[in-house]
């Protein structure tokens, strides 16, 4: 594994963190099928930190990622984020 892929990665214990920390997609409040994301992604060199990391469920997920509200989608992440820390 490289070390970008390393850094980007998000370790078991931080995601049982933000899981734990979120109680749920923090965009639409649903318990379902959730994920971890980053916030600033991967490709990015999003790492793979609670600081960076949300908690959405697949639906908000892609949505973040591909549609056409990821813009807001990502704000809303981002606020939440910077409340938190």
Do not use: W
């Not at 070390?3 to 931080?14: C, E, G, L, N, Q």
């Not at 639409?28 to 930190?49: D, E, F, P, Q």
């Amino acid at each position: 594994m490289s070390k970008r892929s390393k850094a980007t990665s998000i370790p078991k214990k931080v995601g049982e963190e933000v899981y734990k920390r979120d109680k749920g997609c923090i965009i639409c409040g649903s318990n379902y099928m959730l994920n971890c994301c980053h916030l600033v992604s991967r490709s990015h060199g999003g790492k793979g930190i609670k600081e960076n990391l949300f908690t959405a469920c697949a639906l908000c997920h892609h949505e973040a990622d591909n549609g056409k509200n990821s813009l807001e989608i990502k704000e809303k992440a981002r606020q939440y984020l910077e409340k938190l820390y």
